[in-house]
Each structure stands twice: as C-alpha cells, then as structure tokens.
C-alpha cells in the first residue's frame, strides 16, 4: 500500500493544477470581472447622490448620464459627474490594485505559488485575508456538514439494510414510497418548506429562522447553550438530510439485494451458516464497498453544495453563503481560495476512501492494479 499511497499522492497535484487552470480560464472569458463590478457600484453610489442634491429622479439622472456621455443632448454641466466619466487613470489603478493589469498566465503562476503555501491573499471588497474570512464562516459549514453526514449514514445504512432483507413487504413497499417523495424535493425547498410550517412563515412559530446560535447565547449555561444550538440546527439539518437521506438507503438496499442472491450467499446457506453472520460477515463486506465509493462525492457536496443552499435559505454565515457571494461579487481571491480547498479535501477523501475499501474487504490489493 505505501508506492499506492505514493502514487496516488502524486496525482493530487497534477489534479489540483487541472481543475485551477480550467476554472481560471472560464473566469477570464466571464462577463462583469471586479473591476466593472466597483465602477458599476460607484455609478450608482452616484446616481444616488446626485438625486439626493437635485432633487431629480433616479431616471431623469441616469438619462442625463446617458445624453452627457454621447454628448447628444447634454447642455450645459450635469449634476451627475458620471455623466463626464470616470477618468482613464482611475480605471488604470482599480485593474492594479485588483492584479489585473498583468497578463493572464503571469497572474495564474502567481496564484500558484501563493497557494503552495496556502497564502490566498486578500479579499477583493472586504477588508480582511482569505484564509482569515474562511476560518470564521468554516465552524458553521462543519456543524452542517459533519451532523448532516452523521445523520445521512447513521440511519441510511440500517434502513437499506432492513428494506433488503424484508424486500417486498409492506414495510419495504410504504418506506420506499417515502424515500422516493424526500428523493423528488429539492433540499433548498423543503427548506422553505420546513420555514413556512415551523419558522413562523404561515403555521407555526416553533424554530429559529435564522443563525446559529440565540443573541443571548453567551449568557446561557452549558446545558442551555447545547440545547439552543440544536434548536437552531434543526430546520437546516432536517432539509439537507432528506435527499442524502433517501438515495443512500435506496443504493444500500439494492447493493445488498445484488449480493444476497449471489451464489456464494446460497453456499453458505447451504453449509447452515446462520443468516446474521451470512448477512454481516459475508454480504456486508461486498455489499458497502459501492456505499463506500461515494462517500468522497457525498462528503464534497454536502459541505459545498447543500451547505450553500441551506446557509442561504437559513441566512447562515458559513463558507457556502461566503463562496456565493464570492461567485456574485467577483470577489476571486475567495473563490479560488474554496475552490482550491474543496478539491484538495475531496482528493484527499478519494485517498481515504481507498484504505477503508481495504479495511472491509481486505482481499482488494491496490498495489497489484494499474491506477
């Protein structure tokens, strides 16, 4: 296992270098970089003052920018300095201070060596580093993350398992049914959902809409201050549980169907092996490697694509709502910075993810196979 380790360690930088390299040249070829984005702020910011001292319409100002800056009809000085553009020279200065002023393959090198040693720089429109703003929102994306991942396997895997095992009955028949309707839903709408029966939407007022924790969570107990914190988690947990929740039980129940009916389960029987040990000690191994396979991809998007879903619905300030906003505001340093690490993390989980195969089913030798 140590020149398979070896290799597949080896790999992850080549990947890593892909996956920047594809995402930075989209970026490139995207409409609206950080540069329009703070002129178009400006423009309004603008906008806004001139009509607080004319006294005119945001319309009226805008057209008057807009004849000022054809010089169709313009007569006379605006009230609106937009109206004569911005300097050339400002411009100039707002692509420096961004980094845009260099060519594009000269700012790629640069990011890369930054981010060999997880120097991500600063952020485009917030006063603050990278790696600083990712360790304040990252506690709220692993309480999601981490419980929602424990709740999905933890109930999954013996659901499956029992639906398996007494396939075709009413009871496999009616969970299904159920598994399938949570399947169907959108995490983000069961979301708002769960908000308009529970959160005081149109119902009930029984959870927290929004946060983590109460404003008076530091003067709470111990005892209390658990007790609130899971008030407030459980609207987003229960709505990103359920589609999770439902695809692994159903992907359970048919990995373990495929192997019950294997011929060395009627082997087995025929030896009188009993049906719990064929279940776990001969199915189990076979049957969770498949489960097993996808926990990197599960792990991934629980924590980068539900949790942005969810933290926005529930105005959670995590690592989601902060790559979103990242996304919209085109602020790149943050986007990079999360995208580098969820890659990272799931390459790493991919790795992870090959030692447990060995761990359930020692039989798998890695080192004997081409990667």
């Given at each position: 296992?140590?020149?398979?380790?070896?290799?597949?360690?080896?790999?992850?930088?080549?990947?890593?270098?892909?996956?920047?390299?594809?995402?930075?040249?989209?970026?490139?070829?995207?409409?609206?970089?950080?540069?329009?984005?703070?002129?178009?702020?400006?423009?309004?910011?603008?906008?806004?003052?001139?009509?607080?001292?004319?006294?005119?319409?945001?319309?009226?100002?805008?057209?008057?920018?807009?004849?000022?800056?054809?010089?169709?009809?313009?007569?006379?000085?605006?009230?609106?300095?937009?109206?004569?553009?911005?300097?050339?020279?400002?411009?100039?200065?707002?692509?420096?201070?961004?980094?845009?002023?260099?060519?594009?393959?000269?700012?790629?090198?640069?990011?890369?060596?930054?981010?060999?040693?997880?120097?991500?720089?600063?952020?485009?429109?917030?006063?603050?580093?990278?790696?600083?703003?990712?360790?304040?929102?990252?506690?709220?994306?692993?309480?999601?993350?981490?419980?929602?991942?424990?709740?999905?396997?933890?109930?999954?895997?013996p659901l499956g398992i029992r639906k398996a095992v007494?396939?075709?009955?009413?009871?496999?028949?009616?969970?299904?049914?159920?598994?399938?309707?949570?399947?169907?839903?959108?995490?983000?709408?069961?979301?708002?959902?769960?908000?308009?029966?529970?959160?005081?939407?149109?119902?009930?007022?029984?959870?927290?809409?929004?946060?983590?924790?109460?404003?008076?969570?530091?003067?709470?107990?111990?005892?209390?201050?658990?007790?609130?914190?899971?008030?407030?988690?459980?609207?987003?947990?229960?709505?990103?549980?359920?589609?999770?929740?439902?695809?692994?039980?159903?992907?359970?129940?048919?990995?373990?169907?495929d192997n019950i009916t294997a011929l060395y389960v009627?082997?087995?029987?025929?030896?009188?092996?009993?049906?719990?040990?064929?279940?776990?000690?001969?199915?189990?191994?076979?049957?969770?490697?498949?489960?097993?396979?996808?926990?990197?991809?599960?792990?991934?998007?629980?924590?980068?694509?539900?949790?942005?879903?969810?933290?926005?619905?529930?105005?959670?300030?995590?690592?989601?709502?902060?790559?979103?906003?990242?996304?919209?505001?085109?602020?790149?340093?943050?986007?990079?910075?999360?995208?580098?690490?969820?890659s990272l993390l799931g390459l790493l989980l991919g790795?992870?993810?090959?030692?447990?195969?060995?761990?359930?089913?020692?039989?798998?030798?890695?080192?004997?196979?081409?990667?």
């Amino acid at each position: 296992m140590r020149t398979y380790l070896l290799r597949r360690l080896l790999l992850v930088f080549p990947t890593l270098l892909g996956v920047l390299l594809l995402n930075f040249a989209i970026v490139q070829f995207a409409p609206g970089g950080p540069v329009e984005r703070l002129l178009a702020r400006i423009h309004n910011a603008e906008i806004d003052s001139a009509v607080r001292l004319s006294g005119a319409s945001a319309g009226e100002v805008r057209a008057s920018s807009a004849a000022g800056a054809t010089g169709a009809t313009a007569t006379g000085d605006s009230v609106y300095r937009g109206a004569r553009g911005l300097e050339e020279k400002f411009v100039r200065s707002l692509e420096k201070q961004f980094g845009l002023d260099k060519p594009a393959h000269a700012r790629f090198l640069t990011m890369l060596k930054s981010y060999l040693t997880f120097d991500f720089g600063s952020s485009f429109y917030r006063d603050q580093s990278v790696l600083s703003l990712i360790a304040d929102k990252l506690p709220v994306s692993i309480s999601l993350g981490l419980w929602t991942t424990l709740l999905v396997y933890g109930v999954s895997i013996p659901l499956g398992i029992r639906k398996a095992v007494r396939a075709g009955s009413p009871f496999d028949a009616w969970s299904s049914f159920l598994l399938v309707i949570g399947n169907a839903i959108p995490a983000f709408l069961f979301a708002i959902l769960l908000i308009v029966l529970f959160a005081g939407g149109s119902f009930w007022s029984l959870f927290p809409l929004r946060g983590l924790t109460s404003e008076n969570f530091s003067d709470l107990s111990w005892g209390e201050k658990v007790l609130d914190y899971f008030w407030h988690l459980t609207l987003p947990l229960v709505s990103m549980t359920i589609g999770g929740f439902a695809s692994l039980a159903l992907l359970t129940k048919n990995a373990f169907l495929d192997n019950i009916t294997a011929l060395y389960v009627t082997s087995a029987r025929a030896k009188g092996v009993g049906e719990r040990r064929i279940l776990y000690g001969h199915v189990f191994r076979n049957a969770m490697l498949i489960v097993i396979a996808g926990f990197p991809a599960a792990f991934v998007g629980i924590f980068f694509t539900a949790t942005a879903f969810i933290e926005i619905v529930f105005s959670l300030d995590g690592l989601g709502l902060l790559t979103y906003q990242a996304v919209i505001e085109r602020d790149y340093p943050i986007f990079f910075a999360t995208l580098y690490i969820f890659s990272l993390l799931g390459l790493l989980l991919g790795i992870v993810t090959d030692f447990t195969y060995r761990w359930v089913d020692p039989r798998i030798d890695f080192e004997a196979r081409a990667l």
